[in-house]
């Protein structure tokens, strides 16, 4: 505003200038000082609502880029967003034949909770998981809601081991959280699959996420609550 402002002293004062010197009869000194007032008084006003109109289309810009890149209820990314950032840490940590893992995660009998206490206690709990994981994660972590109740963690520079302190970290984090329903805790748990690159071993991303995938399947055969390492890499 400020800008259109300025801009606009100038041009009117030129145009004066012009006028003054074209017409010898043309009061200078007073014209000027008036070409500079009614733009200073003017041009805010006209200019004000165009400047709220672009904030408004930039913070639109800004929600929509939001939505388009995070899961509303949970905070993290969503299925689109973890995948292709997933997918470029991958290529780069197969370029650098560097160790990552994967892990599948999914609440156990997560249905059980929406049946029971209903649906907005079950939003409760995924926001919870969402809050505890980005609170165990690192900076470097990716992690993302890819399905209802399933999430998905890309582990950049981590070895098997470390992947697992991982889980264990997020099992005692959630183990230790509840949400409150009429004065009743209530708390849930996490089943986990993980599968671990060590350098060339799988050529497809997709391919780790199948065996992250059957892992957890495996972790939910087993009883649940529980963390299952793929086999076969």
Known sequence: MLIITGVSVLISMAIAAVVGSL??????KPSLLTSAIIPLVIAPLVSLPFVKMLFQLNFLEM?????????????????????????FAYNVAKREKQNFCILAVDLDLFKLVNDQYGHATGDEVLALFGQ???????????FGRVGGEEFSFFLPNTTIDE????????????RQA?????????HFTVSIGLAAFTGMNISKFDSLL????????????????????????
């Not at 017409?23 to 200078?28: E, G, K, Q, V």
């Not at 929509?64 to 689109?80: F, G, V, W």
């Not at 992250?212 to 086999?231: C, F, H, M, P, S």
Request: glycine share 4%; hydrophobic share 40%.
């Open 23 to 28: 017409l010898p009869t043309f009061s200078m």
């Open 178 to 186: 509840s949400v409150n329903y009429k004065g009743m805790p209530i």
């Open 132 to 142: 505890i994981t980005k609170q165990i994660s690192r900076e470097s972590d990716i």
């Open 163 to 174: 992947a697992e302190n991982f889980a264990n970290r997020l099992h005692t984090a959630i």
């Open 63 to 87: 929600e929509m880029r939001e939505l388009a890149t995070y899961d509303a209820l949970t905070k993290l990314l969503n299925r689109r967003a973890f995948l292709e950032r997933a997918e």
């Open 210 to 233: 199948q065996f992250a995938d059957a892992a957890l399947y495996e972790a939910k055969k087993q009883g649940r609550n529980r963390t299952v390492k793929a086999i076969g890499l």
